[in-house]
């Protein structure tokens, strides 16, 4: 299959590190002394969690969850599928949820409800990006990176068809191949 796919630069690798460092200072002041530990959600929010736990000025611990949404890559079908569970117990801790794309929200309220029931001692969420006119599901987020347009984006952990997680930048996808 031939891809023709055009990207174009939507938010420097600059203007990530200084929102990153930005949202790391936040969270070291609301926890205010106290461990937290940041739980990043598969694949997508790795390069942002390996990011953020490096500007987090308190003791940090981090774990990954993963989901699965039926449906394809642009069209969620609003059935969220818990994949890989974290491995320690969070009851009782601070625990921040550390996410790419806060997109309809059926993701993040989804993983919200099986966090809370887990009885943490404080839920907090993190997203890089932020696509407004998107939701389906309205849900409190406590950090944004950015307020993006309603664009399909890649780079920094984000993919199209797995591809382009590892560019610096995020790009948005111009174009693509027939049938995706
Ligand atoms: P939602 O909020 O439940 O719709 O799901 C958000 C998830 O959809 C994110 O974690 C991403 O994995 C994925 N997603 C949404 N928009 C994009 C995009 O523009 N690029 C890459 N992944 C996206
Ligand atoms: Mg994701």
Do not use: W
């Amino acid at each position: 299959m031939t891809q023709q796919v055009t990207l174009r630069t939507l938010i420097s690798k600059e203007q990530i590190a200084e929102r990153v460092g930005a949202i790391g200072q936040s969270i070291s002041q609301d926890f205010a002394s106290e461990p937290v530990i940041l739980l990043g959600v598969l694949k997508g929010a790795a390069i942002f969690l390996a990011d953020l736990t490096r500007q987090i000025a308190l003791e940090t611990t981090f774990d990954f969850i993963s989901v699965s949404s039926y449906g394809n890559q642009k069209q969620h079908s609003g059935e969220v599928r818990l994949v890989k569970d974290v491995d320690e117990s969070l009851e009782g801790r601070n625990v921040v949820l550390v996410e790419d794309i806060l997109d309809t929200g059926l993701t993040l309220t989804y993983l919200k409800n099986l966090l809370l029931a887990r009885r943490p001692k404080r839920l907090a969420i993190a997203v890089l990006l932020d696509k407004t006119s998107r939701r389906i599901q309205p849900v409190a987020v406590d950090y944004i990176g950015f307020g993006i347009p309603d664009e399909f984006v890649v780079g920094y952990g984000m993919d199209f068809a797995e591809r382009y997680r590892n560019l610096q930048d995020i790009c948005i996808v111009e174009s693509s191949p027939e049938g995706v």
